[in-house]
T-cell receptor, first 113, second 116 residues
Framework: AQKITQTQPGMFVQEKEAVTLDCTYD???????LFWYKQPSSGEMIFLIY??????QNATEGRYSLNFQKARKSANLVISASQLGDSAMYFC??????????FGGGTRLMVKP | DTGVSQDPRHKITKRGQNVTFRCDPI?????LYWYRQTLGQGPEFLTY????????KSRLLSDRFSAERPKGSFSTLEIQRTEQGDSAMYLC??????????????FGSGTQLSVL
């Protein structure tokens, strides 16, 4: 079975600082994809970044980067230069069989001005 | 590309009533997913369709729940004899990449159900 664990229920970060949101995963499948989604108070899940299990390099998308450590089964999200609009819930998710995403419990990020 | 649309945004109902939600995916997306999200939790998979075929259902989907996608476009999720435990956000998502682990889902804003 697949499992995603996010151990930080809530995080504070000062505006313009960088922040790391933790994610660990468990799967026996050699092929999998890891995703991060942002959910603002409006409710819509917004795709941020993707990392494939065979990708050699860490994924980056603008201010978002994914610190992928395969041996540790971790896929932490790094947000650089935090903005007030980054305040939201963040979810880590995994796809192993190509047919659904399994989500973690989420981390609430609060950016302080 | 107008995004995934869900209707209604909010639904309040009394215990025992039936409710139906609608999801319009991004046009030409062949996969459509339903998830349920309770307060403070991550979304949980309910079911998904590839075109009009319902390919998988979660154990969370009791026999009071039924989902359809009759023409492979929009989908409906019906809950019969609602219970207070059904109160949650129901999220719909669609995708065009079929069967790969890099399949990116596009989500709607959800339908918030409150059962009194």
């Amino acid at each position: 079975a697949q499992k995603i664990t996010q151990t930080q229920p809530g995080m504070f970060v000062q505006e313009k600082e960088a922040v790391t949101l933790d994610c660990t995963y468990d799967t026996s499948d050699p092929s999998y994809g890891l995703f991060w989604y942002k959910q603002p108070s409006s409710g819509e899940m917004i795709f941020l970044i993707y990392q494939g299990s065979y990708d050699q390099q860490n994924a980056t998308e603008g201010r978002y980067s994914l610190n992928f450590q395969k041996a540790r089964k971790s896929a932490n999200l790094v947000i650089s230069a935090s903005q007030l609009g980054d305040s939201a819930m963040y979810f880590c998710a995994m796809n192993t069989a190509g047919n659904m995403l399994t989500f973690g419990g989420g981390t609430r990020l609060m950016v302080k001005p | 590309d107008t995004g995934v649309s869900q209707d209604p945004r909010h639904k309040i109902t009394k215990r025992g009533q039936n409710v139906t939600f609608r999801c319009d995916p991004i046009s030409e997306h062949n996969r459509l997913y339903w998830y349920r999200q309770t307060l403070g939790q991550g979304p949980e998979f309910l079911t998904y369709f590839q075109n009009e075929a319902q390919l998988e259902k979660s154990r969370l989907l009791s026999d009071r729940f039924s989902a359809e996608r009759p023409k492979g476009s929009f989908s409906t999720l019906e809950i019969q004899r609602t219970e207070q435990g059904d109160s949650a956000m129901y999220l719909c998502a669609s995708s065009s990449q079929t069967g790969f682990t890099n399949e990116k889902l596009f989500f709607g804003s959800g339908t918030q159900l409150s059962v009194l």
